[in-house]
Structure formats: structure tokens, C-alpha cells
């Protein structure tokens, strides 16, 4: 059964950073697209980041660009978010999930998810 397991969520103040890491079981994580997904209360998921199963491009939204990586570490089936210059408006609940395809943006593509962590940039 595919699984995912989200870590490194917490409290951070602005400006600070966090690491997101997602790790899964009973799937090899390099034969799908991978995505960063968050929603905050009152919003619509979106996508923060993708990173590709074919050659590990990523792509990502502009309100996090400069300041958000993905990255995959396949040995460790483990695929993670590193987050700088956080801002208040960072805060939600932050999901990774996985498609047997091209990175997309929207998502009702991805078939598997984890189970969100979250995160507060306050002071």
C-alpha cells in the first residue's frame, strides 16, 4: 500500500525557516511527479512545488519562488520542501502527493497524498 509520512511542520517566526520531509513506503517515490501541495482555512489547495519523475525538473508557484526548494533524495525514498523567508501568509497545512505522470497543477491529478503537516509563521 502506498504511504506517505510528513514531518517537519511547527511554529516558526517570519522570516525563519523549515524543512518538510516525505517519506514513502510500499512505492519507489522516483517513478512519480511529486508536488508540495497547502491549504489554508477558507482556501483552495494549491500547489507549491513539483518536482518530475523523468528528470527531477521542478516548477513551482510564484508566491513561493526564491524562496521554496523541492528536492528528492531517492535512496531515501524521500522527497522535501526547504522553505526560507517564511511569511505569515505561509501558514496552512502543507501535503505532499504523488502522480503517475507529468507534474500538474491541480489536485484532483494526484491519486495518492499524505496526511498534511502543519505549519504557523507567526511572531
Known amino acids: 500500500q502506498l504511504q506517505f509520512v510528513e514531518s517537519g511542520g511547527g511554529l516558526v517566526q517570519p522570516g525563519g525557516s523549515l524543512t518538510l520531509s516525505c517519506a514513502a513506503s510500499?512505492?519507489?517515490?522516483?517513478?512519480?511527479?511529486i508536488g508540495w501541495f497547502r491549504q489554508a482555512p477558507g482556501k483552495e489547495r494549491e500547489r507549491v512545488a513539483c518536482?518530475?519523475?523523468?528528470?527531477?525538473?521542478?516548477s513551482g508557484a510564484d508566491s513561493v519562488k526564491d524562496r521554496f526548494t523541492i528536492s528528492r533524495d531517492n535512496p531515501k525514498n524521500t522527497v522535501y520542501l526547504q522553505m526560507n523567508s517564511l511569511k505569515p501568509e505561509d501558514t496552512a497545512v502543507y501535503y505532499c502527493?504523488?502522480?503517475?505522470?507529468?507534474?500538474?497543477?491541480?489536485?484532483?491529478?494526484?491519486?495518492?497524498w499524505g496526511q498534511g503537516t502543519q505549519v504557523t509563521v507567526s511572531s
Open positions: 510500499g512505492f519507489t517515490l522516483d517513478y512519480y511527479a
Open positions: 502527493a504523488a502522480r503517475n505522470n507529468y507534474c500538474s497543477a491541480y489536485p484532483s491529478n494526484y491519486g495518492y
Open positions: 518536482i518530475s519523475r523523468y528528470d527531477s525538473s521542478t
